[in-house]
């Protein structure tokens, strides 16, 4: 079996992004995501580390699925899934009917968290540390962090942040300052999606996280 990254040296497979040219606005939600306790971008980006970190500590006690399931609520609440679902798929999203929206929207938050939750594994003293936090675009803010890991090599990470009616949420991130997963993840999803459909686009995914979920049974069991 390949060696596999210690926890935080995952984030390389995980999010980050500027949202491409054209964004799609957001629709109404089916339900609406709960409420983070946070005031500010700061506030939130410090709440999301402290439950991401909280799973490392934890990791030589919990397995796959409950890392899944502890770190499911805390997504949803700090990163606004729904939009970032809707950019990763581009403009091919307008021509969804609501039960596809519904559908992508579930599948792609399970995939979110499923790559959390097979990744943050192994706890070896990471730390993470908030750097600065400035104005972007589109009345957002960039809140710049920086995973300290003694056992691999440290990540540097900016997250945007925009405030809407349910609060502060993530929307984007940006890996060592440039890398955009949603972008990247954009420029293979809306393909897939154009050329052969919404259940190949589907299928695929769901492929992804069956096998995120088997490899993390496959080591658990070593």
């Known amino acids: 079996m390949m060696p596999r990254p210690h926890g935080i040296a995952l984030l390389t497979a995980l999010l980050a992004a500027t949202t491409a040219s054209a964004e799609i606005e957001p629709a109404p939600a089916a339900d609406v995501q709960p409420s983070a306790p946070e ?41 606004d899934l729904e939009y970032m679902a809707r950019q990763v798929v581009g403009r091919g999203f307008l021509d969804l009917d609501e039960a596809s929206r519904q559908r992508w929207y579930e599948l792609f938050a399970t995939y979110m968290t499923a790559n959390y939750a097979s990744r943050f ?23 710049r962090t920086r995973v300290i890991d003694p056992a691999a090599e440290n990540v540097d990470l900016s997250y945007r942040v925009r405030q ?24 293979e999803y809306a393909a897939v999606l154009k050329r052969d459909g919404f259940a190949a686009l589907t299928d695929s995914i769901q492929e992804r996280i069956d096998k995120l979920a088997s490899d993390a049974a496959g080591e658990s069991s070593d």
Do not use: M
């Open 39 to 79: 005031a500010s971008p700061e506030a939130l980006i410090g709440h999301l580390n402290d439950e991401l970190l909280e799973v490392l500590r934890r990791s030589g006690e919990l397995d796959y699925q409950q890392r899944f399931d502890v770190l499911a609520p805390t997504l949803r609440q700090c990163f």
């Open 164 to 187: 809407g009616d349910t609060g502060w949420r993530v929307i984007d991130v940006f890996l060592k300052g440039t890398v955009s997963e949603i972008a990247l993840r954009r420029a």
């Open 121 to 143: 594994d192994h706890f070896s003293d990471q730390k993470f540390e908030i750097i600065e936090s400035k104005p972007a675009a589109k009345e957002t803010v960039l809140v």
